[in-house]
């Protein structure tokens, strides 16, 4: 019952400031997701993108794959904040978004998708550098997944078979 509240109570804000015309700040997205954490003992997957971005896309698809996306529900609270929209599509960018990624590492010369793994609290716990300067963004070649696979191990009770079904879809990024 409290998730469905904690849901609703998300959707409403979200609804209500689109009715408004005004797209939810970085705070406004997160703090329902940080609750729906905390009550469900879980992570948080918060992933920078943009609506341009096909690497951001890659990400999502992958994500959603149907051998993916109930391991990484059963582990992570996912959502996203957008930035570096283009200029006719900046009223979609989360204010405070920016900030957040520049805070945590992300920036310019870093792409998107850029993403972090939170704790119930904000945390930072990973983010998408698998070595300074360099972003793993939509993983994709073996140093990229072998990264975000070792994230998912360090803040998940994903098994390592798991891990292996999630290693061979992100693979399939490769390009």
């Known amino acids: 019952m409290k998730k469905i509240l904690i849901v609703c109570s998300f959707l409403m ?5 689109h009715a408004q015309g005004k ?5 406004e997205v997160l703090q329902p997701v940080y609750a729906q954490a905390a ?12 609506s341009w971005c096909g690497w951001c896309h890659a990400m999502d ?20 904040l957008t930035v570096y929209e283009s200029k006719d599509k900046k009223a979609l960018e989360n204010p405070g978004a920016l900030e957040l990624l520049q805070q945590n590492g992300g920036g310019d010369d870093q792409g998107i998708p850029y993403w972090l ?7 930072v716990l990973a983010n998408s550098q698998y ?3 360099s972003n793993s963004g939509c993983p994709a070649n073996e140093v990229e997944v072998a990264y975000f696979i070792s994230v998912l191990r360090k803040t998940s009770s994903l098994n390592e078979d798991q891990l292996k079904v999630i290693e061979k879809r992100f693979r399939m990024n490769e390009r």
């Open 117 to 123: 793994v939170m704790d119930k609290n904000g945390k």
């Open 13 to 17: 804000a979200f609804i209500c400031a």
């Open 131 to 133: 070595k300074p300067g």
């Open 61 to 80: 698809t992958s994500l959603q794959d149907k051998a993916v996306k109930p391991l990484i529900d059963k582990n992570y609270v996912t959502t996203h």
């Open 39 to 50: 009550q469900e003992g879980k992570n948080v997957l918060l992933i920078f993108h943009a």
């Open 23 to 27: 797209t939810p700040s970085a705070a």
